[in-house]
């Protein structure tokens, strides 16, 4: 597939200190996306590596086409997980120069990778051990000299290989509900930095961009997460929010922008960042933000909540179920709860249903239809779409696979896709 | 199926080099000399992809040092691209002046573009600039008390003994053939092509002086620091290219960048003026190849390769980020902005695969090693840089330090670059 991946697949040997490249041959053998990723994790299995990937849109204008995946075997479970790369990690890790990336074994000391333009650095992380996330992510971006590097790392809790541990992307979290920070955290990973300055090429580039508008003007461009609220079937929560937040933001190339800047150290009405230095935090996790608000937390003392889960490298989805049983609003107490935090297999969830793991992460009903739920989730890491964006509607689906032409030159049958795993 | 690669790819694959490009090859190819010296700018490195685009691999890049050592000697065109005139100019000195005019008088072609077309007008003639006169014209883009700038204020006007020289606009122009390029091939279509225009001069001919392209109208995509149909008034018509003979070669002077690679007629122009030159010349110069000292152990070879892309790679995302930033630095009277960092670099990423594929003919790991240690330092330097930036201290010293070294490496690569594609062409 000489479109929309440029790179070799880059696997890295932790416990040797080594690098090498191989070619990308799994998107042409298996599919592309989660697909090629699975068949890297079943080529490298012996050697229980994490594979990091994207998506066949990632990276482009397609709407929505931010998803990047990180698979792995969940200590939660034992099971093959994968995990999202949202934000701007999925498009970065596109952009690096590397259709995918194997990570294997263990390293002797604490190593982060850092992956530019095609080029591989395993790079001493030493001083970045018991850094939170936060800190790990500006030492990062101040040493390599640029804000835009996505940093995908783990917090104390991945270091400790705790459970309920998370990678997360920048400051803000990520929805890795597999626990796959843990095994950042086993092979003394503490980070992968990502920053490419490259261009994808495309079949058909006009035909591509052109349907790619359509699509966006088509999709609806709203703020907040009453669209993914209604599609969960939990109550909005964007009034619950609304004393506290300060702006929207979207993921890569995502027509909406329901990631909700909220400010609890400055009022919200201060528009500049002149103020305090970390006014307050964005939240990304409309399920965890549920969750919360569903135990009577008050939303300032959640997205404290989160702030602190998302620092420590936890993971918020769990982590906000676990703490939902008891709202807290004293900031000390809330970081005291937050680092006692232990994976919350045991925790019921607030309607009194278990979890239930499947490749895509827990599965919780009442929340949507299980079907709907995998057939977003199969499309979505496939094409490197949100399957959140595609769960919630206003994208044409049929379309997007149409879209698989110009991009790439290939044919792509959604019926084949649910085949694929 | 487009081409891959983005803009700068689609330029590259114009059908109009192809036919420059087996002209050209027909006879022994002109060597030449590219000025990267003092007060040169970036603008040098689009030289370097117009040569490349025309199968011109025999290339060096020369400062006033080999200038004035009698380096022109051993080139049949020489090019010189934008910058700081002044700097140029006393750098050169008349000595440097003397030079030229040699080298020009004794066959050879002078190619000036901006900066380098202000420097040998007969007309600009108040100090540094008088011992310089390879082109009888003037520059009309200068009086006493210009009018104040709609935009661009810190790009608008340069110093010029009592007098100013300003830029009534500053982008995409549109150039028409004048009587010395009827029938040229780039004119063919439209009757005009597009440009650039970057503070280069507005001309006038003197009565030896061919003009081979008038500014035939402006353009959206460019910036009027003057009203847009006072700006049309002034340069509608006017010369924009000049050739001139002197002694048995040939100067040209072009207010307009007609090497920059995002237009590849403007690029076809200037090809077509230096064939016409070199097709009555080539007789008297002789393909060589440089001489290979045997290939080096090819391990040390991608060893070095890979260091010189990794801190290049790093180096370019330090300068993206800094492209963010609201600075720009005045050295000398030449104004940069953060953008011209990653300019130099992506002159040499774009050509890192090529050096790749043909590391087997790499015989020169001194140099690789050299270039490998600059692009380290200079990934230190745009560090340090963005570090001073962002803490808001002043700059400056840094900033210069880093362009000087990136035109240093930038040489230094293009240099091997083109050594390897000459030895590529020759076998």
């Known amino acids: 597939m000489d479109s929309m991946y440029h790179g070799d697949v880059l696997i890295v040997d932790l416990a040797a200190g080594k690098t090498e490249q191989v070619d990308f041959v799994e998107a042409d053998e298996a599919g592309p996306g989660l697909a090629a990723g699975l068949a890297l994790y079943d080529r490298h299995g012996d050697a229980d ?33 994968v995990s999202p790369l949202g934000m701007y990690a999925g498009a970065e890790m596109k952009l690096s120069g590397f259709s995918a990336v194997v990570v294997k074994g263990a390293s002797a000391k604490p190593v982060y990778l850092w992956l530019h333009d095609g080029v591989a650095d395993l790079l001493d992380a030493s001083s970045l051990s018991g850094m939170d996330t936060w800190q790990t992510t500006d030492a990062i971006r101040k040493d390599m000299g640029e804000s835009l590097i996505q940093v995908i790392s783990i917090g104390p809790a991945g270091e400790a290989k705790s459970e309920a541990a998370a990678f997360s992307i920048n400051y803000w979290g990520s929805g890795d509900s597999a626990a796959l920070g843990a095994v ?25 961009y052109n349907a790619a508008s359509e699509l966006i003007k088509s999709a609806p461009a709203e703020r907040g997460f009453k669209r993914i609220c209604s599609a969960l079937g939990a109550d909005d929560i964007d009034g619950w929010l609304k004393p506290i937040a300060h702006r929207h933001r979207s993921c890569f190339a995502c027509p909406s922008a329901c990631a909700t800047f909220v400010k609890y150290n ?33 939303a300032e003392a959640a997205c404290r909540a989160m702030e602190a889960m998302a620092r420590a490298g936890v993971d918020m989805l769990r982590g906000a179920r676990e703490l939902s049983a008891e709202p807290l609003s004293d900031a000390s107490e809330i970081t005291v709860a937050v680092k006692e935090l232990k994976g919350a297999e045991e925790a019921a969830w607030p309607a009194g249903e278990a979890i239930e793991y499947g490749l895509f992460g827990p599965w919780v009903p009442p929340l949507a239809s299980q079907d709907d739920w995998l057939a977003a989730n199969r499309a979505g890491y496939v094409l490197g779409i949100c399957p959140t964006c595609l769960l919630a509607g206003g994208i044409d689906t049929g379309r997007l696979f149409e879209l698989c032409g110009p991009a790439a030159g290939i044919e792509l049958d959604p019926a084949a896709v649910d085949g694929m795993f | 199926m487009a081409v891959p690669g983005g803009r700068l790819a689609r330029a590259a694959s114009d059908p109009l080099f192809e036919r420059f490009r087996a002209e050209f090859a027909s006879g022994p190819l002109p060597r030449v000399a590219v000025f990267v010296g003092a007060g040169a700018s970036h603008s040098w490195i689009w030289f370097a992809d117009l040569l490349e685009r025309l199968g011109l691999f025999a290339v060096s890049f020369i400062d006033e040092q080999a200038v004035l050592s009698g380096d022109l000697g051993e080139f049949d065109v020489f090019m010189v691209g934008g910058g700081d005139t002044y700097a140029m100019a006393e750098s050169l000195g008349t000595a440097g002046a003397a030079e030229l005019e040699t080298h020009v008088e004794g066959g050879g072609f002078y190619f000036g573009s901006c900066a380098g077309a202000y420097l040998v007008l007969s007309g600009v003639d108040r100090e540094p600039f008088a011992p310089f006169e390879l082109v009888n014209g003037n520059i009309l883009n200068v009086m006493p008390e210009p009018p104040e700038p709609l935009c661009l204020a810190h790009k608008y006007l340069a110093p010029y ?3 100013w020289v300003f830029h009534p606009v500053y982008g995409e122009v549109e150039l028409g053939p004048g009587p010395v390029s009827n029938g040229f091939k780039c004119f063919e279509g439209r009757g005009t092509l597009a440009s650039v225009l970057f503070g280069g001069p507005i001309l006038s001919a003197g009565n030896d002086g061919e003009v081979a392209a008038v500014y035939s109208g402006l353009t959206t995509r460019a910036a009027y620091p003057w009203p847009e149909d006072e700006a049309a008034r002034f340069v509608t018509g006017r010369p924009a290219v000049i050739r001139a003979r002197h ?3 040939t100067a040209v002077a072009s207010g307009p960048h007609l090497e920059h690679p995002l237009f590849p007629r403007a690029n076809a122009l200037a090809a077509e003026l230096v064939w016409r030159h070199w097709r009555s010349r080539r007789g008297n110069s002789v393909r060589r190849a440089p001489g290979s000292r045997g290939a080096a152990e090819s391990s040390e070879v991608g060893v070095l390769l890979q260091e010189i892309k990794r801190q290049v790679s790093n180096a370019r995302i330090v300068g993206f980020g800094l492209e963010k930033m609201p600075v720009t630095w005045r050295i000398g009277v030449k104004v940069w902005e953060p953008e011209k960092i990653r300019m130099f670099l992506d002159s040499a990423w774009r050509r890192l695969p090529c050096l790749e594929e043909n590391r087997s003919r790499m015989d020169d790991t001194t140099c690789l090693a050299a270039l490998a240690e600059g692009y380290s330092r200079v990934t230190g330097l745009a560090r340090s840089l963005r570090t001073k930036v962002e803490t808001g201290e002043d700059s400056l010293e840094e900033a210069t330090s880093l362009l000087s070294s990136l035109k240093e490496l930038t040489a230094k690569f293009l240099t091997l670059y083109f050594r390897l594609r000459r030895q590529e062409d020759v076998s």
Do not use: Q
Request: glycine residues 18%.
């Open chain 1, 184 to 208: 950042m955290g086993a092979k003394n990973l503490k980070a992968v930095a990502l920053r490419g300055l490259g261009m994808l090429d495309a079949e058909e580039p006009e035909e591509l």
């Open chain 1, 49 to 81: 590596p994490l594979v990091f990937g994207s998506g066949l849109f990632t990276g482009t204008p397609v709407p929505g086409a931010c998803l990047g995946f990180v698979v792995g075997r969940s200590p939660l479970n034992g099971d093959l997980a």
């Open chain 2, 161 to 163: 003994g009592e007098e």
């Open chain 1, 266 to 298: 400055e009022p919200p009405s201060v528009l500049g960042s002149e103020g305090v230095e970390e006014p307050g935090m964005l939240v990304t996790s409309a399920a965890a933000a549920i969750w919360l608000k569903d135990g009577g937390w008050d």
């Open chain 2, 247 to 249: 002694g048995e070669g």
